[in-house]
């Protein structure tokens, strides 16, 4: 009794195996450790993206930059972008249903699409309010020490999500991954661009100079969503790949 026992315990436990190590199990445990790893890296994202916010407007409103306040809600948007790829994230890990009965995957497109126009939003104000200060109003930023240490620091900070964000993207796909991405990399290259506009300010008293810099950061912004939401727009509309269709026509001749 005791050995059939034991041997339909044994036989139990093979099920399980060899259940546990079926094709379809082992694609969905792939999806899953992808969903979790996406899901880690946009949340320490979130955190960052945050913590920078908060320090660059503290920052900004008492020295009065420009440059380091456009920074300061481009970071705030980082946490609304990020936010929106972990729910973008989620829903792609829903299965296909009766009411989208393709399944969720190109939420993340919409996802992306959405973060490019809250772009276009934060730099349309950056610009008008370059322009203001430029031509109307006079406005002495009062630059200091910290001035600087934020923005190195932010750079830094940008460098070390960009390469893991991509790497992500890469590895798994991710087009909302790839636009945070290539967001960061272009904070790192608007934070130097405020850096250089502070410096002419703190060593040339230049005060426009904070302006200026402001109204470059407002532009670069611009340029890169005007990219990223034309990839993305060919996503939703379902684009065909550069030469697919010479490749099916070289293909169907090769049958004659």
Known sequence: MVEQNDDHHNHDHQDEHR??????????????????????????????????????????????????????FHSGLDVMAALMTLYAIRMVMRPPDLKYTYGYAKVESVSSLSEIILLFAVAGWIFYEGVERIFFKSI??????????????????????????????????????????????????????????????????????????????????IYTSLGLGRRTLDVLLDKAPKGAYQRVLEAVSGLD
Do not use: C, W
């Not at 750079?155 to 992500?168: A, E, N, P």
């Open 140 to 221: 002495q930023p009062e630059i200091t020490i910290f001035s600087f240490i934020i923005m190195f620091v932010s750079i830094g900070i940008d460098f070390g999500r960009s390469r893991v964000l991509y790497r992500t993207a890469r590895k798994y796909g991710s087009q909302a991954l790839e636009a945070d991405a290539l967001h960061f990399k272009t904070d790192m290259i608007t934070s130097s661009i405020v850096i250089v506009g502070l410096l002419f300010v703190f060593l040339f008293h230049i005060p426009k100079a904070d302006a200026y810099a402001a109204i470059i950061v407002a532009g670069m912004i």
């Open 19 to 72: 259940e546990s190590s079926s094709p379809s199990s082992v694609v969905a445990k792939k999806r899953q450790d992808a969903h979790n790893e996406k899901l880690k890296v946009a949340i320490t994202s979130i955190v960052a993206s945050a913590g920078l916010a908060i320090f660059k407007i503290i920052i900004g409103f008492s020295t009065n930059s420009l440059g380091i306040l456009s920074e300061a």
